[in-house]
């Protein structure tokens, strides 16, 4: 199938050939006729399947047309809001979760729809809000927010979000991952009932179920990979490692691997800021990017980390989702994550978009039920692959067990695992 064949208009086939589409993706080719004929949708994609022109492709062309088809409650269909007018309140409302992916979403908008009449402009915190006040006292047609900056716009009385006709939840168990259940809710008694809904999701969940029922008005589920699955196309390795030698062997996989980029996520912001430091002292180029770094500082490290000017990014869960970093190789998990759901939007970063790409878990002994999680998760065991120099030993394992548990309160270690699946050992000097 080609573009062509969804019934996008010339304006956006020309914009999508400019930018070296060819072909939909899946999610596009199932989401985008639905989309343009007014129906309620639940997307189920996973990261890096081209779902952010899934839904800004029709949504443009349905505000351009003027006829944006709102459904909700069941109520009657009616006709958009024709043409462009002075002062305009917002005709479609997209939430994301982030920064990073508010920009992104903000950035296709504007490179779709450069040949129609529409305006548009992304708001969110960690930035001066009089700029964007400005902005949208001027009239926009497609606003992107993220939900805490768009309540505090909507409770200083410059946003006025009455006349929405079409709503996009994006990455949407993200949304409540990070708790803005509430916002979301308070959102939605700002819109009309009447409007198109679109809700997209990496994950479900019985509160993303709950979410969907009541905002979709019968929608269709379209889904283009199994639920809760990585990505096709990462091949997948797990280094069992004293925490001790995280750092060292990173970095000596950094090196024997000549990896010019690498996204490498840790547990805590202070853990990112820490790793840096230390691979910079290795003589490794490092930035941090986390939710206490300014937005500035946040779009500087990305900056860098795109153009190769910094060689590893570390990154908090923040960077999870969003980052539209093309061809990305590698990503590593430096330290596992506590909510499997979010190992498979981590990887997600690599492998997008059809490219093959590699993740990596150091993974120590007080990590291994983390990793039996991710594995339950995935249906199937990650390979395990000892490192020369950086093999760990049972007395590792006792140590880091102790580590952890004095975190807890001093509780005994507990005893060794039985299973063999995470952390096979191996015959003396045989490989795998």
Known sequence: MSFDQLGLRAELLDAVASNGYTQPTLIQSKAIPPILAGRDLMGGAQTGTGKTAAFTLPMLQLLAAGRAAPSGNGNSRGAGRRGRRPGRMPRALVLTPTRELAAQVGESVVTYGRGLDLASTVVFGGVGIRPQIDRLRRGVDILVATPGRLLDHAGQGTVDLSGVEILVLDEADRMLDMGFIHDIRRVLKLLPARRQNLMFSATYSNEIKKLADGILHDPLLVEVARRNTAAEGVSQIVHPVAKSDKRALLSHLIREGEWSQVLVFTRTKHGANRLAKQLESDGISASAIHGNKSQGAR??????????????????????????????????????????????????????????????????????????????????????????????????????????????????????????????????????
């Open 299 to 432: 779009t500087r490290a990305l900056a860098d980390f795109k153009s190769g000017r910094v060689r590893v990014l570390a990154a908090t869960d923040v960077a999870s989702r969003g980052l539209d970093i093309t061809h990305l190789p590698h990503v590593v998990n430096y330290d596992l994550p506590n909510v499997p759901e979010d190992y498979v939007h981590r990887i997600g970063r690599t492998g997008r978009a059809g490219k093959e790409g590699s993740a990596y878990s150091l993974v120590s002994a007080d990590e291994r039920g983390l990793l039996r999680d991710i594995e339950r998760l995935l249906k199937r065991e990650i390979p395990t692959l000892d490192v020369a120099d950086f093999r760990m030993n049972e007395a590792d394992g006792e140590k880091d067990a102790r580590t952890q548990n004095r975190g807890r309160g001093g509780a005994r270690p507990p005893a060794p695992a039985k299973r063999r699946n995470s952390f096979r050992r191996r015959r003396s000097g045989a490989r795998r």
